[in-house]
C-alpha cells in the first residue's frame, strides 16, 4: 500500500520526524503517518526527560482533511479523534494497526502544546468523554455567565461553594428555599 491516505497517490517517503522517531511523510499534501510500534520505541527515549505541562494553543493547523482516509498499511478506514476542548482538528488513527495520520502541521501543533508524549492517550474512551465533559461544562457555564450576569455569577458560586462545606448545608439550603420557613405546620 504505502499510499498517502489524503492524496490517495502520493507514496510516502521515510523522514525522520525527530530524532529516533522515522516517520513516513506524504510530499505533496505533508502529511505524516506514524507506525504505533515506531511511536511507542521513539516513547522509549523520553523516558528520563521531564514532561512539560501541556500549553494550549488555539491557533490550529487548517489542513485538517475532511476526506474518508484509509490506512496506508492495512488499508482499513481511519477514525478520527479530537485531542482538546474547543480545539477543532482532528487526528485519524487505525483501529486495527494503531497508526497514527498527521495532516500537515498537526505534528508540530501537538508538540507545541507539549502533548506529543500523550499522543495514545488521545484515542481512549477516558480522553474523549474528558473532552465532551469540560465542552458541556464551558457551555453551561457560558449559559449561567448569560442569565446571571458576570458578578452574580461568581457571587453565587461562592455561596454554592460555602453551602457544599459547611456542616449543615443542606439545612441552610432548606431553609434558603421554603418559601415560608417560618410557619409553624
Known sequence: ?????????ATLKQVF??????TRQCGDCGGI?????DYLVWLKTLENEPQQEPVINTQIPQ????VATICPDCGRFLRRYRIWPHVEFH???CETCNGIWFDRHEW????????????NAFFTRVWQDKLKEKEVRDRLEQMYVERFGVEDYGRVQEIRHWLQNHPKGHYLLAFLTDKEPYRIR
Not at 1 to 9: A, L, R, T
Request: proline share 5%.
Open 17 to 22: 520526524l525527530e530524532s529516533e522517531l522515522p
Open 63 to 66: 489542513t485538517d482533511s475532511q
Open 91 to 93: 487526528l485519524d488513527r
Open 33 to 37: 503517518w506514524i507506525s504505533a510500534n
Open 1 to 9: 500500500m504505502n499510499k498517502c491516505p489524503v492524496c490517495k497517490k
Open 108 to 119: 508540530d501543533a501537538v508538540k507545541g502544546m507539549n502533548l506529543h508524549h500523550q499522543v
